[in-house]
Nanobody, 126 residues
Framework: QVQLAESGGGSVHAGGSLKLSCVVS????????LGWFRQVPGMEREAIAV????????NYDTSVRGRFTISKDNAGTTLYLQMDSLKAEDTAMYYC???????????????????WGQGIQVTVSS
């Protein structure tokens, strides 16, 4: 059974930092593209950071580039999102996701990778 479980969310003041973790089980970690999405109530879920299969590369939405860093551990179980210089507009529910398909279409146009975590709230106060 595939499971993705986020942790590390919470509340922080603008300018602060948080680090999200996503423990992944039930799939061959090294063979999957992994990423982070976020969603604000009333808005569509948006991809913000994606790391390719075998860590072949990373891509970021312009809204977070230079402030957020996606990474994964060498043990092959945990995905991370280091979030620095947080802004009030970063407030959202954050989700980790995984799919064998690492195409731009899946992650950035259709926004529908096959496997999802349950989500975790991040709140940034100004």
């Amino acid at each position: 059974q595939v499971q993705l479980a986020e942790s590390g969310g919470g509340s922080v003041h603008a300018g602060g930092s948080l680090k999200l973790s996503c423990v992944v089980s039930g799939l061959p970690f090294a063979d999957y593209c992994l990423g982070w999405f976020r969603q604000v109530p009333g808005m569509e879920r948006e991809a913000i950071a994606v790391i390719g299969i075998g860590s072949t590369g990373t891509n970021y939405d312009t809204s977070v580039r230079g402030r957020f860093t996606i990474s994964k551990d060498n043990a092959g179980t945990t995905l991370y999102l280091q979030m620095d210089s947080l802004k009030a507009e970063d407030t959202a529910m954050y989700y980790c996701a995984a799919d064998r398909d690492g195409s731009w279409a899946v992650w950035w146009r259709l926004r529908n990778p096959k496997n999802w975590g349950q989500g975790i709230q991040v709140t940034v106060s100004s």
